[in-house]
């Protein structure tokens, strides 16, 4: 059943981070108040007095929560892609479409999240994705984002590149970003060879591509989400 595979892989990447040891790499330490011994007796940090409460939940929360948005970037992804298959019977290959990118004059091979092709639509899957076609094109191939928070200029170039790649391939690229927080100057640069959507606007269109209501699902997941959420936040 669909709903019983979008909770394992809920369940899989959520435990990731829930599961994760943050103070292992610390060595004799185990838990927060070691860690806090740890920072009072660190020449480097103890004269600035470091070994607080808040210090640890910066520190040591930074590096969890740092993870988590790298899950749910993964679970999105995953969620996505299961869809596709799934509503649309979208095949292996086409889930993992790639295209070959010159960037500052050195090859890259990109994959994207995803394509679909217009000709291998239903005619009621097709009659309902037309209505977010933005441009002419034999199908649209998706790039899944949580979140984006990474400014990086090579990283923003590439994406552009793989966008005019895939409008050279007849086909229209579509990001999905599913957040209201990312950071405002990459999204505005990309949107330009995008057709982009982000937040609830990002679900609406997942809604449409799939006939699944993605956000009403999650927001059914609480009690299940709630758990792994008090777990890794009950870490520091």
């Known amino acids: 059943m669909l709903e019983d595979r979008l909770r394992q892989i809920i369940s899989k990447h959520l435990s990731g981070v829930a599961d994760f040891k943050p103070y292992k790499k610390f060595k004799g330490v185990s838990d927060r108040e070691g860690f806090i011994k740890l920072v009072g007796e660190d020449p480097a940090f103890a004269p600035f007095y470091l070994n607080n409460e808040k210090y640890v939940t910066a520190r040591i929360g930074g590096n969890s929560v740092t993870s988590l ?13 299961t869809l596709l298959a ?37 005619p009621k899957d097709y009659k309902r994705i037309s209505a977010l076609r933005r441009q002419e094109a034999s199908g649209m191939a998706f790039e899944v984002r949580s979140c984006y928070q990474i400014g990086d200029s090579k990283r923003i170039q590439a994406d552009g590149h793989m966008a005019l790649e895939l409008q050279r391939l007849n086909i229209e690229p579509v990001m999905l970003i599913f957040c209201n927080s990312s950071l405002v100057s990459p999204v505005k640069r ?17 809604t449409v591509i799939t006939d699944f209501d993605l ?22």
């Open 69 to 81: 948005h790298r899950k749910l970037g993964a679970l999105y992804e995953e969620t996505f892609k």
């Open 215 to 236: 956000y009403r699902f999650l927001q059914d997941q609480a009690p299940m989400i709630q758990k792994f959420i008090n777990r890794i936040f009950d870490k520091f």
């Open 190 to 206: 990309l949107s330009k060879s995008w057709s982009l959507y982000a937040g609830r606007d990002a679900f609406d269109a997942v």
């Open 86 to 122: 799934e509503r649309l019977g979208v095949k292996a290959d086409d889930l993992n479409f790639s295209v070959g990118l010159d960037v500052r004059g050195k090859e890259q091979k990109r994959s994207t999240d995803g394509l679909i092709r217009y000709d291998l639509l239903r």
